[in-house]
């Protein structure tokens, strides 16, 4: 099946430190990549809707000079906290789906702690 | 724009026994209805999606659902369930006519098989 890899799985830094999260697709061409937020025992929020090779599309409410999305590769696609302050701390998870946008395949998540 | 609604934050069950997870949405357009699996800190992994054709699908696990266009319903069944099953389980809904494929999901049911 389908596979999306998402690295780190965890990260733990200082305030103020950018930290990038990569989205992988490995066995498929992933022209569409969503970036989601997930606060504990919640559910997911979409933060950007990225296509390959164009800026990513972001939701109400979502500072896109803060959380910097780049997709540009078929099978790859960052997301970057920059600035990190403990209010972004969270669980962000990647998907990726094909040109037939359906269904979306998950990554396993990162979990970003910010001291 | 859509909405998912997850009437039940927790399911208790024991094993072996049947279980249905509900799930209702509203939606002003047409749209693709799906169910996710989330383990602990972990990403989501699909379980089974209804893109169009015959209203009763199966998935993986031994999991199946029911759209029910005129309840606005994708309920979630098992008949007898195992502790593995044990997990976080999220409905989902996306449009299918436009060019949006996010996902909306529903808040989540947290499913305890309990022996």
């Known amino acids: 099946g389908a596979v999306v890899s998402q690295h780190p799985s965890r990260v733990i830094c200082k305030s103020g430190t950018s930290v990038k999260i990569e989205c992988r697709s490995l066995d498929f061409q992933a022209t569409t990549m969503f970036w989601y937020r997930q606060f504990p025992k919640q559910s997911l929020m979409l933060m950007a809707t990225?296509?390959?090779?164009?800026?990513?599309?972001?939701e109400q409410g979502v500072e896109k000079d803060k959380f910097l999305i780049n997709h540009a590769s078929l099978t790859l696609s960052t997301l970057t906290v920059t600035s990190a302050h403990p209010e972004d701390s969270s669980f962000y998870i990647c998907?990726?789906?094909?040109?037939?946008?359906?269904?979306?395949?998950f990554g396993d998540g990162t979990r970003l702690s910010i001291l | 724009a859509q909405s998912v609604t997850q009437l039940d934050s927790q399911v208790p069950v024991f094993e072996e026994a049947p279980v249905e997870l509900r799930c209702n949405y509203s939606?002003?357009?047409?749209?693709?209805l799906f169910w996710y699996v989330q383990y602990p800190n972990q990403g989501l992994q699909l379980l089974l999606k209804y893109l169009s054709g015959s209203t009763l699908v199966k998935g993986i696990n031994g999991f199946e659902a029911e759209f029910n266009k005129s309840q606005t319903s994708f309920h979630l069944r098992k008949p007898s369930v195992h502790i593995s099953d044990t997990a976080e389980y999220f409905c989902a809904v996306s449009e299918s006519d436009t060019g949006r494929r996010a996902l909306t999901f529903g808040s989540g049911t947290r499913l305890q098989v309990q022996p």
């Open positions: 939606s002003s357009v047409s749209v693709y």
């Open positions: 990225s296509n390959e090779g164009s800026k990513a599309t972001y």
């Open positions: 998907s990726a789906s094909n040109r037939g946008g359906q269904p979306q395949h």
